[in-house]
Structures are given as structure tokens and as C-alpha cells.
């Protein structure tokens, strides 16, 4: 089985703008979480996705945004970007079921100038 | 919050040589999982271990659940275990949200 795949995996961009990044789960895997790891504050959690519906939000501002397909790709969108939101956003990929092992793709990085 | 408490904070090991890293959690957990993260930015599985113990080649892990800690063990070095190694927990009562601790960053030396 393929991985989890993102994309970009580089991206650079001015304050203010958007962004959108993209991530595509293991083929079967129905759910879809969002980490944001920056020097300062290490891994957190954005978000994660199941069957198109969001089932947990960590503690981000709402600039920050996702939504999942009906293949189970998701997206994740940062509006009116900050210099704070440089970051390496990594996605991760499960069944969707507790107590699952979850997989994680190999990120993008986002630099904001 | 949980809280998720990793040390050393930083370990350098000469090649050969073996190490324990541990995980504090500060409440009960459905899930933790032992994580490499590569030079690249990849986080690599290692083990999936809510209890109990496991082994993979060079690398072992225990969970003591009860106790509320996890230990990882790689034994006999080599350059390339180098990065960092993170535990990760999902809380028994919150759903699908794994709680990283700050890592351990591991050179090994040849």
C-alpha cells in the first residue's frame, strides 16, 4: 500500500495571503488528523476528519481551517497568514477506529515572509 | 490537559552503545505510540504499546500503564537512529487526538 502522501511538501508565502495544503490518506483509511510541529510549541493537534465530518478541533485560532472528501483526501486551509504559522504541517492517516495505530505523512513545510 | 513528559531531553551515544528513553503521562491513555522523527521531517512508526512490551530488532518498548510511563530501548547504536524520538498518547476520554511529548534528540556518534 502507498503511504500517506502531502502536498506541497514546500511552500513559501507572504503575510496574508492563504494557503492550502493537501493530504491523502493509506487507501482504506477513512480518517484524517492535522499537526502543526513549530520549534517553540512542538507537535499539536488541528484537527481530525472522519468520513468527511470533523470529530475533534484542537485549541487553533479559526484562520485555521479543513474539510475532508468523500475519498477521504483532506485539505487544510490557513487564511491571513502570520509569520507565526511557519511550521511543518504534517497530516496522519488510521482506520478511524480507537485505539489505532495512526501513520504520518512526510509534511509540509511552510515558510511565511 | 494531559502531560506528556519525555527525557532525557537530549542524549549523545557513541555508536554501539545502548539507551532508555522514557515517557511520563499524567493520566490514563487509550493509545501511545513511540515515533522517530527523520532528518527530513517524517515521523516513523515505531510501536504502537498502550501496555505491555514489545520488540523490533534493536528496539523494544514497555508501557506500564498503571504507572503511567513508557520506555524505549535501542540497543547496540548506529549513526543512523540519530533524531528524535517522541512519544505520543490519546487520552482514554478524548477521541482521536494524540498529546506528543517534547521529544528526545538523539545523536550517535560513529
Known amino acids: 500500500k502507498a503511504g500517506v502522501t502531502q502536498t506541497p511538501r514546500y511552500l513559501i508565502k507572504t503575510r496574508g495571503q492563504q494557503v492550502t495544503l493537501s493530504c491523502s490518506p493509506i487507501?482504506?483509511?477513512?480518517?484524517v488528523s492535522w499537526y502543526q510541529q513549530t520549534p517553540g510549541q512542538g507537535l499539536q493537534f488541528l484537527f481530525e476528519y472522519f468520513s468527511e465530518t470533523q470529530r475533534n478541533k484542537g485549541n487553533f485560532p479559526g484562520r485555521f481551517s479543513g474539510r475532508q472528501f468523500s475519498n477521504s483526501r483532506s485539505e487544510m486551509n490557513v487564511s491571513t497568514l502570520e509569520l507565526g504559522d511557519s511550521a511543518l504541517y504534517l497530516c496522519a492517516s488510521s482506520t478511524g477506529q480507537r485505539q489505532e495505530t495512526q501513520y504520518f505523512g512526510p509534511g509540509t513545510r511552510l515558510l511565511v515572509l | 490537559g494531559i502531560q506528556v513528559e519525555q527525557s532525557p531531553p537530549d542524549l549523545i551515544l557513541q555508536e554501539g552503545a545502548n539507551s532508555t528513553l522514557r515517557c511520563n503521562f499524567s493520566d490514563s491513555v487509550n493509545n501511545l505510540q513511540w515515533f522517530h522523527q527523520n532528518p527530513w521531517g517524517q515521523l516513523i512508526n515505531l510501536f504502537y504499546i498502550p501496555s505491555g512490551t514489545k520488540q523490533n530488532g534493536r528496539l523494544s518498548a514497555t508501557t506500564v500503564a498503571t504507572e503511567r510511563y513508557s520506555l524505549l530501548y535501542i540497543s547496540s547504536s548506529q549513526t543512523t537512529d540519530s533524531g528524535v524520538y517522541f512519544c505520543a498518547v490519546e487520552r482514554r476520554d478524548s477521541s482521536y487526538k494524540l498529546i506528543f511529548g517534547s521529544g528526545t534528540r538523539l545523536l550517535v556518534r560513529p
Open positions: 487507501s482504506g483509511h477513512r480518517s
